[in-house]
Each structure stands twice: as structure tokens, then as C-alpha cells.
Nanobody, 120 residues
């Protein structure tokens, strides 16, 4: 059974930091692009950052320079270090594992989410 379990969310003041972690099981970790998405109330889920097995990363513009994504193949975990947090970062953060394919064919798994709240 595939499981993605997030941890590390919480309440932090503006300018503070949090480190999210996602532990994956039931998948061959190196086959997957790992990512963090977030969803705020009334908003669509959006990509925050992703990292491929080879180490290439992508970040949405609003978090560049503040967030860092990393992965540990041995532990099968992916982390998101979040610094200089802003109230706009408040959302439920979801871990994602995917193998994209043509014509939407592939694999796509989600964690249950962890709440990040940044107070103003």
C-alpha cells in the first residue's frame, strides 16, 4: 500500500521557519518526482516545489529564495524547508509522488496534508 505521511506543520509567526517532512512507503522512491503542494481555503491546490530523482528542482515564484526542497533516497523522504514565512503561505501542505506520462498516463499519490498557519 502506498503511503505518504507528512509532518512538521504548525503555527508560526510572520518571518519564522518550519520544516516539513514526507515519508514515503510502498513505492520505488527513485522512480518518482516528489513535490509539495498547498491549498488555502477557497483556493485551488498549487505546486509549491518539486524535485526529481536527479536533483533538479522547481519552485513557484512566490517561494523562490525562501523555500528549499530536498530528498533523501535512503530514507525515502522529501523535505521542505520554509523560511521567512508570510501569512500568504498559510495552507494545508500536501506531499505528492508522481510519474508523469503521456496522455495523463502515470502514477500520482498524495499524502493527507499538514496544516501550516502563519500569523500576522
Amino acid at each position: 500500500q502506498v503511503q505518504l505521511v507528512e509532518s512538521g506543520g504548525g503555527l508560526v509567526q510572520t518571518g519564522g521557519s518550519l520544516r516539513l517532512s514526507c515519508a514515503a512507503s510502498g513505492i520505488f522512491f527513485s522512480d518518482y518526482i516528489m513535490g509539495w503542494y498547498r491549498q488555502a481555503p477557497g483556493k485551488q491546490r498549487e505546486l509549491v516545489a518539486s524535485i526529481a530523482s536527479g536533483g533538479s528542482t522547481q519552485y513557484r515564484d512566490s517561494v523562490k529564495g525562501r523555500f528549499t526542497i530536498s530528498r533523501d533516497s535512503a530514507k525515502q523522504t522529501v523535505a521542505l524547508q520554509m523560511d521567512s514565512l508570510k501569512p500568504e503561505d498559510t495552507a494545508v501542505y500536501y506531499c505528492n509522488a508522481r510519474i508523469p506520462g503521456p496522455f495523463e498516463y502515470g502514477y500520482n499519490y498524495w499524502g493527507q496534508g499538514t496544516q501550516v498557519t502563519v500569523s500576522s
